[in-house]
C-alpha cells in the first residue's frame, strides 16, 4: 500500500461540457485508491493548452503523482502532452515506454498516443490514453515503478542493502 498523494486531471472537451460520460478519470480515481493512494483531487479541464497547464501547476502543489487523462492523441485538439512538456523539469521516458508496451499489447492503436511523463517541481506527472481501456491499462502498467520514483522525487536516494 501506498501513502502518497494523487491528482487526476481529464482533458476532455466533452466532459466538461457535460456532453461526455468521465468513465476514464473515475476508474483511474477509483484504481489509485485500490493500489492504496489517496486521491486528493479530480479536475475537469476542456483541451485548452493553457488550462491544462494550470490544472497541473494546482495539483501538483497537493498531489506527488498527478494524472491525466485525455488528450493524447492526433486530434487537432489534443495537446496535453504539449502542455505537459511545457512543465517538465526531466521526463521520465521509461514510464512511457512501459505504457506504450502495455498498450500495445491490448491494441495496434496504441503506437497513435503521445504521452509524456516527468517531474515537475517534486511531483510525477503522467499523461494517460482518453479510452477508459487505455487509461487503466496505461497506469496498471507503471504502478509497479511508481512508488519508488516518487520516493526518489521526495528526495529518499539512499539505497539499503538488497
Known sequence: MSNWAAHVITVSDG???????????RGLVNLLREAGYETV??????????QIRVAILS????????????GTGFGPRDVTPEATTSLLSRPAPGIV????AAGLESTPMAALSRPVAGEVGRSLVVNLPGSPTGAR???????????????LLAGDTEHGPR
Open 59 to 70: 495539483a501538483v502543489d497537493t498531489a506527488s503523482l498527478v494524472v491525466t487523462t485525455g
Open 97 to 100: 515506454h512501459l505504457m506504450l
Open 137 to 151: 491499462e496505461n497506469l496498471a502498467a507503471i504502478l509497479p515503478v511508481v512508488p519508488h520514483a516518487l520516493a
Open 15 to 25: 466532459v466538461h461540457h457535460g456532453t461526455r460520460d468521465d468513465e476514464s478519470g
Open 41 to 50: 483531487g479530480h479536475t475537469v479541464v476542456p483541451d485548452e493548452h493553457d
